[in-house]
């Protein structure tokens, strides 16, 4: 396990230089990868079912009609049809393109574009992300400001690609990848290196290290040989949120 100081000091991240030609396009292709709607995005939205499966799932056991759940990087809200209840259903999305004009947005209680701008008194029974925690430069802001957002027995459960291992590096490099190459003649790899500043090992550690339990499930066997990692927070660790927060105050 990679040092925890090591790691925090990496952060906050910096996103690598964009081509030109791909920052013109980049809002027309981020939508279209949450939309799937091309032929590789249509089938990587199949394979990502897996993650919003088991995001839908967790707390399930103990949730109750009034439970509060919200989601950190809604994108086009691709994962509300996997929820049973919307009630008090709130969502964080800074790219409010993704989700304008959307008809299931009247089912959001309350939307937000950061989650520094939910108030404190606001407690979340579930904290729930798909394919959105390897996209952020300031992770650890976003753990430590959840934690504070979390009820007492509160839930923090995430879907991500399984970013740094063999088996999701060759699957998009031949599917996306080659797509993205045909249709544009440039370098996807260079889009994935600007978006997934995070890998799998990376959120892990932090999330081991500022919850007392977590649950790992994988798409797959192992970290290299599977396409998404699902992990299941619980029991934030007081010792460790200290410590975060005075290294966040220090930076």
């Known amino acids: ?16 230089h964009l081509n ?21 995005t249509s089938l990587a939205q199949r ?6 499966h088991r995001v839908a799932e967790s ?27 919307l009630s008090n259903y709130d969502i964080v999305e800074p790219m409010s393109f993704l989700f304008q004009n959307n008809d299931s947005l009247s089912s959001i209680r309350d ?27 300031n992770l650890p802001h976003v753990i430590f400001d959840s934690i504070k957002l979390l009820k007492k027995d509160g839930i923090f459960s995430c879907g991500i690609p399984s970013e740094g291992g063999f088996l999701w590096g060759l699957a998009w490099r031949l599917s996306t990848g080659l797509e993205f190459r045909f249709r544009y003649g440039l370098d ?13 090992n990376e959120i892990e550690c ?24 699902y992990l299941e927070c619980r029991k934030p660790n007081q010792r460790t949120n200290e410590f975060l927060s005075e290294a966040i105050d220090e930076r």
């Open 1 to 16: 396990m990679m040092k925890i100081k090591d790691l925090l000091s990496s952060f906050p991240k910096k996103r690598p």
């Open 20 to 40: 030109e030609r791909i920052k013109d396009i980049y809002e027309s292709q981020y939508k279209a990868n949450r939309d799937g709607s091309s032929p590789a």
């Open 47 to 52: 394979l990502e079912r897996w993650m919003h």
């Open 59 to 85: 707390g399930k056991v103990n949730r109750s009609e009034d439970s509060e759940t919200l989601e950190l990087g809604a994108g086009t809200l691709n994962h509300l049809p996997y929820e049973n209840s």
């Open 111 to 137: 939307n937000y574009a950061d989650i520094s701008d939910i108030s404190g008194a606001n407690k979340y029974d579930r904290i729930i992300s798909i394919a959105v925690l390897e996209h952020i430069t």
């Open 188 to 200: 996807y790899g260079e889009l994935m290196r600007y978006e997934h500043v995070n890998n799998m």
């Open 206 to 229: 932090l999330l081991k290290y500022c919850f007392e339990e977590v649950t790992i499930k994988r798409f797959g066997f192992g970290k290299h040989l599977s396409l998404y990692t």
